[in-house]
């Protein structure tokens, strides 16, 4: 008996200074002061539909000035309209630019430097503009992966790259990357898409370890499948696969994808992501990703291995649809 009870007494002592060790060592990773919105320069990629134009009107109904930037001009000045319905202020702006963000470094930073002269340096970066492929990686043409990696990130690259320096010397600033779940885990017909996503977590941290001194700090944003014009047109081509896989998830409102996004990026949150099984995948891929503060380095501690239980359940689940679409598609092949 007094055995049992030194046990129990060691595993408390043994607890509690875990605890306190991953205090001390969190403590310092803790969030930065969240970002005023109002009077802040918010640029975004892809602004001008879905999730990007969604972002901006959040932040313009905050107070923001906007940049929006994409290549068709008629949609950039359509969706310009449409944001200007939500200002709060009369001294409120939004300016667009058409730009291809994934073709020229310099021409992106040429163009991006002007809109700063305009609007003045940009306070908050939201990396948007994006597109998607689905397909089998066999009959995905290799251009596309080219096209696919240049847009979704270089697409992302080239616009830091464009405002950094500014960043920097201010010590403030936001970067936001929209990656997508299909960043978190490589699903059915995603090969080209999935990898562009996932290469933009790698960007993400090792960017953020070199600008944190400088109080910039970055987000990734993982949404689930949202209805957009995007992914409308995606939807067209969308193999069952994948169709089947994605039912895992419900679809979204971009409107509400965006006010996570813009909450989590003005917090400073690493991680941004969008419902419960967001969350979860979020703490599951979280690996060596910075902390941004200690309640949830604390749930990732706490539930990392409960919820890799849980995706074996999923991970099962995936293999069984692909493989039952696959011995559907014989049998209609063999009565053909
Ligand atoms: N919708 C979803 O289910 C979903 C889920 C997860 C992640 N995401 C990601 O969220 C982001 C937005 O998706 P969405 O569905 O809202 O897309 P969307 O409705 O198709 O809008 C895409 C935006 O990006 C712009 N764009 C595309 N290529 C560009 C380029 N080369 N240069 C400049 N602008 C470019 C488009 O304008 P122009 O065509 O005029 O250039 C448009 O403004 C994407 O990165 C996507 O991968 C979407």
Redesign the pocket.
């Known amino acids: 008996m007094p055995g049992a009870v030194l046990l129990v007494v060691a595993t408390g002592a043994a607890l509690i200074v875990a605890f306190l060790l991953l205090f001390c060592i969190v403590a310092p990773l803790t969030s930065p002061k969240p970002l005023a919105l109002s009077g802040a320069h918010v640029m975004v ?9 969604s972002i901006a009107i959040e932040c313009f109904k905050q107070g923001a000035f906007i940049t929006l ?4 001009e008629s ?2 000045l359509e969706a310009k309209k449409e944001i200007e319905k939500f200002s709060v202020n009369d001294k409120q702006v939004v300016h667009f630019i058409s ?5 020229d470094c310099a021409h992106v930073a040429k163009v991006l430097k002007q809109a700063q002269e305009k609007l003045g340096p940009v306070d908050m970066l939201v990396n ?5 492929v689905n397909g089998k990686f066999e009959d995905i043409d290799g251009s596309k992966f080219e096209q696919l990696m240049a ?2 990130y270089l ?1 992302s690259v080239y616009p830091t790259h464009a405002v950094i320096t500014t960043m920097k010397e201010r010590r403030m600033g936001r970067i936001v990357f ?5 960043g978190q885990i490589g699903v059915f017909g995603y090969s080209a ?1 999935s990898a562009t ?1 996932f290469a933009l977590r790698g960007l993400a941290e090792a960017l953020q370890m070199e600008v944190k001194p400088y109080n910039i700090y970055i987000t990734v944003a993982y ?9 409308a ?1 995606e939807s067209q081509t969308k193999l069952l696969e994948t169709k089947l896989i994605s039912e895992a998830s419900s679809i979204c409102h ?1 409107d509400h994808v965006a006010r996570i996004i813009v909450k989590d990026a003005i917090q400073g949150k690493f991680f941004s992501s969008v419902g419960a099984d967001g969350h979860m995948l979020a703490i599951l891929t979280s690996g060596m990703s910075p902390v941004s503060s200690i309640a949830e380095a604390l749930e990732g501690v706490i539930f990392m291995g409960f919820f890799r239980f849980i995706s074996l359940y999923f991970i099962a689940s995936f293999d069984s649809i692909v493989r039952r679409c696959m011995v559907q598609k014989e049998k209609s092949e063999k009565t053909d």
């Not at 929209?178 to 299909?182: G, H, I, L, R």
């Not at 949404?223 to 992914?231: E, I, K």
């Open positions: 990629t892809g602004g001008s539909s879905g999730i990007g134009k930037i994409a290549r068709n949609r950039l730009v291809d963000i994934s073709k948007c503009a994006g597109t998607s847009v979704n697409g929209v990656s997508s779940q299909a898409y996503k949404p689930p499948d949202t209805d957009t014009p995007g992914y047109e971009p």
